[in-house]
């Protein structure tokens, strides 16, 4: 015997439309982190940033492109030398020895233009 039922159509293309699908019933709110078995793996695995694949945005970001750079390390190396970084980056007296060489390379070099030429009071 043929389904009776009234069943909802595109206009176009006359196929069925999605109104027709059936959906599995509303589990709650924590079925999203939780199945029927407990948690469930995070859904953003796989989609984080490849090293040397986009320009670094942060500090955390340029540490793991100088870690690609070498060849051959161990994932205990890797993170033993992340910590290292991070410590040194941490340390003030290495920020200051970067700022110090920083203006000491800074915009006055051979190619820049002339000091006075920075901003003129209008």
Not at 35 to 60: D, F, V, Y
Not at 61 to 67: A, M
Not at 94 to 104: G, H, I, S, V
């Amino acid at each position: 015997m043929p389904d009776t039922r009234k069943v909802h159509f595109t206009y176009p293309t006359r196929q069925p439309s999605l109104l027709n699908i059936p959906t599995e019933p509303f589990r709650g709110a924590g079925a999203s982190l939780y199945g029927p078995r407990g948690p469930q793996q995070a859904q953003n695995t796989g989609r984080q940033r490849k090293p040397l694949s986009t320009p670094p945005e942060s500090i955390q970001h340029h540490i793991d492109d100088c870690l690609a750079l070498v060849a051959d390390l161990s994932t205990k190396q890797k993170t033993a030398l992340r910590a290292e970084i991070s410590k040194m980056l941490n340390d003030i007296t290495f920020l200051r020895m970067l700022t110090d060489e920083a203006r000491a390379r800074g915009p006055w070099s051979a190619e820049a233009v002339h000091p006075t030429d920075e901003g003129r009071v209008l």
